[in-house]
T-cell receptor, first 116, second 115 residues
């Protein structure tokens, strides 16, 4: 079964609007971490935001916020006031422990296009 | 802070040759580095995890003799694709993590094309 599910292959939003990118996860480990990364066309992976499973509050970083609903196992990324430079692929990832090492498992990504 | 560099950014080689890709953490000591592979329009797939001074741990299905990983220092890891074939053409991207920190910081990636 997929551990990280991103059901939106593509999303469109107009500049200055807010957009929510969906992410659900599956784990039986009580301690885990959830990440969002942005990958522009240049290919680099840019860290956006992190949410720990025990964090009481939803994470926020500037225009990025993470809507963490633990019971639903969802960790949606909210981008407020979209900018043209936000057009990119967005990957949700979960930290899990495998063979003694922590590693990231990525979702399939969502391509966001911001229009003027 | 938390800058990771990768070199080269792009490489084209002939089939049968070996290619070395370097991953460096520029402003922190990376006790653990990760190597990923990404095919066009797909997600990142972890190839291996390496800790400084010890052998890399490879994911299932990744040939350790083909993809040699060396993590010689706290700031440098190398991936060598040996006897490269066209099917090895891909985007290779490394990441680094400091100590017990949660976040991995990624390099800019290397696009390998094998002719």
């Amino acid at each position: 079964a997929q551990k990280i599910t991103q059901t939106q292959p593509g999303m469109f939003v107009q500049e200055k609007e807010a957009v929510t990118l969906d992410c659900t996860y599956d784990t039986s480990d009580p301690s885990y971490g959830l990440f969002w990364y942005k990958q522009p066309s240049s290919g680099e992976m840019i860290f956006l935001i992190y949410q720990g499973s025990y964090d009481q509050q939803n994470a926020t970083e500037g225009r990025y916020s993470l809507n963490f609903q633990k019971a639903r196992k969802s960790a949606n990324l909210v981008i407020s006031a979209s900018q043209l430079g936000d057009s990119a692929m967005y990957f949700c990832a979960m930290r899990e422990v495998g063979r003694g090492f922590q590693k990231l498992v990525f979702g399939t990504g969502t391509r966001l296009l911001v229009s003027p | 802070g938390a800058v990771v560099s990768q070199h080269p950014s792009r490489v084209i080689c002939k089939s049968g040759t070996s290619v070395k890709i370097e991953c460096r953490s520029l402003d922190f000591q990376a006790t653990t580095m990760f190597w990923y592979r990404q095919f066009p329009k797909q997600s990142l797939m972890l190839m291996a995890t390496s800790n400084e001074g010890s052998k890399a741990t490879y994911e299932q299905g990744v040939e350790k003799d083909k993809f040699l990983i060396n993590h010689a220092s706290l700031t440098l890891s190398t991936l060598t694709v040996t006897s490269a074939h066209p099917e090895d053409s891909s985007f290779y991207i490394c990441s680094a993590r400091q100590g017990g920190a949660d976040t991995q910081y990624f390099g800019p990636g290397t696009r390998l094309t094998v002719l």
